[in-house]
């Protein structure tokens, strides 16, 4: 029970990355240090991958990624328009894709309940635009949803990677250091982290971003200080149950400087965790940065991120509901791989999940 | 145990007092003035510092702030309301905000064990994936979208709520709020339970009850799901926290005269003095809730409070 | 044991959050409403019902709603007498009498001339701070204003006075032609001074703390209310007139929302943002309501030397497609507008609308990209650049952050070489960044505080705290001190001749770049007619309003 008990608390990831509470990572006795552990890296790593591969929900996960990546590179540039471009000639325009306009759906026809009764337009015909297509239709200044999607999708994910890089390489460090010296300059450096964790994260990122001037390095330094927090509880964690172990001991033997034993010896043995912790940390980035978008304080126009795309086709919801379906595809997509991604790497890794 | 709950309410206080002097610091790097209308000219405008104690040197704002943010004097509005003590503005909103925020947490807790439950049940069957599918839709569709949809099928096509919030009925228009603001709880706490369930599933005194002869619905109920639920408290601590700042967009767009959409509203209009006291009252709640956790954990769990006094 | 006690605790927590649900029954919706009611959505919240302290149209209506002041407004705007009797001037114009009607308070007391005095004597008090004391300083001209609100003088040589309880006298420093349309305007009001004092500091922060003396009186309200309600005043001394039974106001502030509790029936008339217009606009409740606002933007000329130069403001001025803005854009019936002061507010001593004429500046201002790309050929040459980049601030709302990025878009298109970003904040940090001149572009709007080009014209002189550009010209400066106090004070229509002139001076150098007129699109129910909507002061006035049975 006890052993299950540590590997429970430490395993779990909610989407939103959870916030241990340090008392969840002490250790009980040496007991409970799984000393049996084998870290010789070819092999882990081979065991890893096949488990992964064997999980299928993680593997689908990944192609998503795969595919979205791809399309966010390529897909601002696929149809000639440009994600800023505006045309108020050709607005509010529903989707329309030559070829499969033929079937009868995405043929530019919309459905708009008006106060005096239901009615179907093609704006297209209308406006006398028979060459142009919108494939995702057009926004209310008439620029191209395709575009401005795969646009925002590349923005939503460059802020939250690099968010979360950054995240992780401080809340890395920070765990490794206090959890390898230990003592006094753990103590210290736990109730810092304490403290950082009481401080109500959405509200000091609303209020420094009313501070600090709007944009894509302002968001990546709100969302970041705030959320290295967890990623240095799991690397303390970590820390805590390799420090004492043979190959670690052998290298201070030999003098072995601590930082080099930190960093060197012993980071290498703890990318598994802190990996699948970065696959739960995206998700809440992309989702964060929707939020502040919506509260106004997100990318300024006329960038756009997949936040500021799903709050811009909030406003016309009730209209022109087709504006909001595609990033809001898109993000719900990017969520789901990640999190599959990261359950798939968990249980890869955590040898005891192997049986089931 | 004593020591160990003296720490933990030390440690809080003293958490309590860094945010006073982190929102201090912020507010004195916030751009702009609460009194900067067009129509104010210069003399006006510095009357009116005066008269706020603005034109005070920082230090000695400071030390009253911390005294008055202590003995629960907000000071008033000076914007948003104008010259309302802002203790009366909060007094009215809080218990609104707190409700919805309670039935959101009920309904995502309630839910979002079933979902786990049977995640965890029917592992790597299409189940867990419908599961995992459902709980990942609750996080990556914003609480504002989900809002409007609720508001627009169940508020305006269906009528069976009231798409606004009225204080003439509060119940039936606090349900599409609190849905709205549930699923973020829901789709956690069933992830979350997943987990537990199949790591509580695979523990030797489940092998050891199983061998007794227990099985079916006595096994899982009595043993497993009880064991799988103590951690849960844990999580949902910080999502309640969490739903506050959920609430935020979801007050706004039901009209619910709650605490969020005040922040909110004091955000937009520079109302310097409700942005700190808000920010310090979800603070103050927000350790209030981790402490109370952390201590019932180490009321539930010895081991952790053990642990914690031995280190 | 420990696991069985977790248990219950959880599942108590889970049951008290619940608990609460099924514990108060859902009361029915229209049980009281079967009153003549009106049901009226509002954006913001009210942000002050005290009336010398209020600034903003939605506390205006609703202080105005229950409080009458000497004049008030006629279906056009025009002022008729309200709580005064009659009135009369002197042949200079210097000193105004009201004699007072017979009117009472709701507490019961008389309304008299002090209730007057006390209120005025506070909108100067500058203990008081109150925002608009310039309404009776700068626009109303009354005796030692000026003077009270810099602290040199005691408020009590405010020149007003009570002569008896129901004679109030008014000295001024200036004939001021538009006189008695102040008097509807809120800071004019009377406050009850007994009944002030009583309230201390929580004067108008619920029903107990305020007092009607007008047509319809508070019943329920709580400061920053998302929703309050007012009913007919029984005791009004007009109050045949009122034919509703009271009003039901409901915030709401996001517009979706709003719109379907209309169509639901839940409303009787609500805002609709521009992107719901097409959802709405062949409904014959749908109607576009002019605002008075004049949006406009404002460029730096002090702080940025490339719009100093006149052919480049020329060429920024003629590159915007004002009509595309107001009728793709916005759509919810904004003017074009192509006049420093913006048409349908102010009307002339002859009886025509000061900017009806909108293409009376057309060389000067219009839509025309081949001209901007002239002007600004000429404009590159004389600074001897290629390009420029601007800065534009605007309004975190949607209707500026929609207009700035149409704006940006076709600045960028048809002026090569500049590029224009956007700085997106709160609208009070804009207003002070442009207060600070920390800015090179700003987006920002004019609301007409009374029926008189000078309420904007008076902006532009040197060194006027809203001359955010600080441009300066004396010619200008002079015709404006000469229509204020000056010679021409007196002579409306040699004032204004004079105030056209002024008007194309600004233009002329393109001083502002004016955008349009901002109009609200509203919903008003079928049922419901005579609500009274005006630019200026006092924007909705239900004292007419009627709702048909259902």
């Given at each position: 029970m006890s052993k299950a008990k540590?590997?429970?608390?430490?395993?779990?990831?909610?989407?939103?990355?959870?916030?241990?509470?340090?008392?969840?990572?002490?250790?009980?006795?040496?007991?409970?240090?799984?000393?049996?552990?084998?870290?010789?890296?070819?092999?882990?790593?081979?065991?890893?991958?096949?488990?992964f591969r064997r999980k299928k929900s993680g593997v689908v996960g990944l192609w998503i990624v795969f595919i979205i990546i791809f399309f966010a590179i390529i897909g601002p540039h696929m149809n000639g328009y440009d994600y800023s471009a505006q045309d108020l000639?050709?607005?509010?325009?529903?989707?329309?894709?030559?070829?499969?306009?033929?079937?009868?759906?995405?043929?530019?026809?919309?459905?708009?309940?008006?106060?005096?009764?239901?009615?179907?337009?093609?704006?297209?015909?209308?406006?006398?635009?028979?060459?142009?297509?919108?494939?995702f239709g057009s926004d209310r200044y008439g620029r191209d949803i395709w575009t401005r999607t795969w646009q925002g999708a590349r923005v939503s994910l460059i802020i939250a990677v690099a968010a979360t890089i950054i995240d992780m390489v401080i809340g890395m460090s920070y765990g490794l250091i206090s959890g390898y010296f230990g003592g006094k300059v753990d103590m210290v450096m736990q109730r810092i982290l304490e403290i950082m964790n009481g401080i109500p994260r959405l509200v000091i990122v609303t209020l420094l971003l009313l501070i600090l001037k709007p944009g894509m390095l302002t968001i990546i330094f709100a969302l970041m200080l705030t959320e290295w927090v967890g990623m240095s509880r799991i690397a303390r964690a970590e820390m805590l149950k390799l420090k004492e172990q043979e190959f670690v001991l052998a290298s201070k033997t030999l003098g072995a400087r601590p930082f080099h034993i930190i960093f060197a010896e012993i980071l290498p043995n703890i990318i598994g965790p802190i990996i699948t912790q970065v696959m739960f940390s995206i998700p809440t980035a992309i989702f964060t940065e929707a939020f502040l978008s919506f509260?106004?304080?997100?990318?300024?126009?006329?960038?756009?991120?997949?936040?500021?795309?799903?709050?811009?086709?909030?406003?016309?919801?009730?209209?022109?509901?087709?504006?909001?379906?595609?990033?809001?595809?898109?993000?719900?997509?990017?969520?789901?791989?990640?999190?599959?991604?990261?359950?798939?790497?968990?249980?890869?890794?955590?040898?005891?999940?192997?049986?089931? | 145990m004593k020591k160990y709950i003296g720490k933990r309410v030390l440690t809080s206080i003293f958490t309590l007092l860094v945010i006073l002097l982190v929102l201090f610091i912020l507010m004195q790097l916030m751009p702009g003035s609460p009194f900067n209308d067009e129509k104010l000219n210069d003399t006006q405008r510095a009357t009116l510092y005066a008269k706020y104690g603005l034109d005070q040197p920082v230090v000695v704002q400071f030390f009253k702030y911390v005294k008055n943010m202590l003995t629960g004097d907000f000071g008033v509005s000076y914007n948003i309301s104008k010259n309302t003590p802002i203790s009366q503005l909060i007094a009215t909103r809080l218990p609104i905000s707190i409700r919805i925020g309670g039935m959101a947490v009920g309904l995502g807790a309630l839910v979002g064990l079933v979902l786990g439950l049977i995640a965890a049940l029917n592992h790597d069957t299409i189940w867990d994936t419908i599961c995992t599918i459902i709980s990942v839709i609750g996080v990556s569709v914003p609480s504002y979208v989900f809002a409007l949809i609720l508001s627009y099928q169940f508020g305006f096509k269906l009528k069976w709520f009231p798409m606004l919030y009225s204080a003439k009925q509060a119940m039936a228009s606090s349900w599409l709020p609190s849905i709205s603001?549930?699923?973020?709880?829901?789709?956690?706490?069933?992830?979350?339970?997943?987990t537990e369930m199949m790591e509580v599933l695979d523990s030797d005194y489940m092998l050891l009850a199983e061998s007794k002869g227990l099985s079916g619905r006595k096994l899982i109920f009595s043993h497993a799901l009880r064991n799988a639920l103590i951690p849960i408290i844990t999580v949902l601590a910080p999502l309640i926290v969490d739903l506050m700042t959920g609430s935020l967009v979801v007050e706004k767009i039901f009209a619910i005269p709650g605490v969020g959409s005040l922040l909110v509203n004091a955000i937009q209009s520079n109302d310097y003095n409700v942005v700190i006291s808000l920010a310090f009252i979800y603070s103050a709640m927000y350790i209030a809730i981790m402490l109370v956790v952390d201590i019932l954990y180490g009321v539930i769990d010895p081991r952790i409070r053990l642990a914690k006094e031995g280190s | 044991?420990?696991?069985?006690?977790?248990?219950?605790?959880?599942?108590?927590?889970?049951?008290?959050?619940l608990g609460a649900v099924p514990a108060v029954p859902a009361m029915t919706a229209l049980a009281d409403d079967a009153a003549n009611d009106l049901s009226i959505m509002m954006e913001t919240p009210v942000e002050s019902l005290d009336p010398q302290q209020a600034t903003d149209g939605t506390s205006f209506e609703v202080i105005a709603d229950y409080t009458d002041g000497l004049m008030q407004m006629d279906a056009d705007g025009q002022p008729v007498n309200a709580l005064a009797e009659s009135y009369e001037t002197s042949d200079d114009g210097l000193t105004w009498t009201f004699k007072l009607r017979?009117?009472?308070?709701?507490?019961?007391?008389?309304?008299?001339?002090?209730?007057?005095?006390?209120?005025?004597?506070?909108?100067?008090?500058?203990d008081v701070a109150s925002e608009y004391a310039y309404m009776l300083s700068d626009i109303g001209q009354v005796k030692n204003a000026a003077e009270i609100i810099a602290g040199e003088k005691d408020k009590s040589e405010l020149g007003v006075t009570a002569v008896d309880d129901k004679t109030l006298k008014v000295e001024l420093n200036a004939p001021v032609s538009y006189f008695l349309s102040l008097m509807y305007f809120p800071t004019y009001y009377p406050v009850n001074e007994k009944f002030f004092e009583s309230c201390a500091d929580t004067f108008g922060t619920s029903p107990e703390t305020v007092l009607s003396n007008g047509a319809f009186v508070l019943d329920s309200y709580e400061p920053a209310a998302t929703e309050f309600h007012l009913t007919k005043n029984p005791d009004y001394y007009d109050a045949d007139r009122v034919k509703l039974s009271g009003l039901d106001y409901q915030v709401i502030q996001d517009s979706q929302q709003a719109l379907m509790s209309y169509q639901a029936g839940d409303l009787d008339t609500t805002l609709v943002n521009g992107d719901q217009v097409d959802q709405v606009k062949d409904d014959p409740a749908f109607r576009a309501i002019g605002a008075g606002y004049l949006w406009y933007v404002s460029p730096n000329m002090a702080k940025v030397p490339e719009l100093a130069n006149e052919n480049i403001r020329k060429a920024l001025t003629f590159a915007i497609d004002r009509t595309a803005i107001a009728e793709d854009v916005l759509k919810d019936g904004s003017l074009p507008t192509f006049t420093a002061v913006p048409p349908q507010f102010a009307t002339g001593p002859d009886g025509s609308d000061f900017s009806g004429d909108q293409d009376k500046f057309k060389d000067v201002c219009d839509s025309d990209p081949a001209k901007a790309a002239e002007f600004w050929q000429k404009g590159l040459e004389e600074l001897g650049i290629d390009s420029l980049d601007l800065e534009m601030v605007?309004?975190?709302?949607?209707?500026?952050?929609?207009v700035a990025t149409v704006l940006q878009e076709q600045w960028q298109t048809n002026l090569p070489g500049l590029t224009v970003t956007l700085t997106v904040e709160p609208k009070k940090q804009r207003v002070q960044d442009m207060q600070d001149g920390n800015f090179q572009l700003g987006l920002t709007r004019w609301g007409p505080d009374y029926a008189d080009p000078m309420t904007y014209l008076g902006m532009w002189v040197t060194d006027n705290s809203n001359n955010y550009g600080l441009w300066s010209n004396s010619d200008y400066d002079s015709i404006i001190e000469e229509c204020t106090t000056g010679d021409l004070a007196t002579d409306a229509e040699g004032r204004w001749a004079k105030l056209y002139d002024a008007e194309q001076i600004v233009m002329n150098e393109a001083v502002i770049f004016p955008l349009y007129t901002q109009s609200n699109a509203e919903m008003i129910s079928p049922a419901v007619t005579g609500i009274e909507y005006h630019p200026v002061a006092l924007n909705r006035v239900y004292k007419d309003a009627e709702k048909a049975a259902e």
């Open positions: 540590t590997q429970a608390v430490q395993t779990f990831t909610p989407q939103k990355p959870y916030t241990p509470v340090d008392s969840d990572f002490v250790l009980k006795s040496d007991a409970a240090i799984e000393v049996d552990r084998n870290f010789a890296s070819q092999s882990v790593w081979k065991d890893v991958t096949t488990r000639k050709s607005k509010n325009l529903a989707p329309r894709v030559p070829g499969i306009e033929r079937m009868g759906i995405f043929n530019g026809d919309e459905k708009m309940s008006t106060s005096t009764g239901t009615k179907t337009t093609n704006l297209y015909e209308e406006e006398g635009l028979d060459d142009t297509y919108y494939w509260v106004g304080l997100g990318i300024p126009v006329p960038q756009c991120s997949l936040g500021s795309l799903i709050s811009d086709g909030y406003n016309s919801f009730t209209t022109h509901p087709y504006q909001i379906v595609a990033p809001i595809v898109v993000m719900a997509l990017l969520m789901l791989s990640f999190n599959l991604i990261g359950d798939g790497l968990r249980e890869a890794l955590d040898p005891k999940m192997k049986e089931m | 603001l549930s699923m973020f709880t829901m789709a956690t706490i069933a992830r979350f339970t997943r | 044991m420990n696991k069985a006690r977790a248990f219950v605790a959880a599942a108590a927590a889970s049951a008290m959050a017979d009117a009472k308070w709701s507490n019961g007391d008389p309304v008299t001339a002090n209730d007057f005095v006390f209120g005025w004597q506070r909108a100067v008090d500058p605007v309004d975190a709302d949607d209707a500026p952050q929609k």
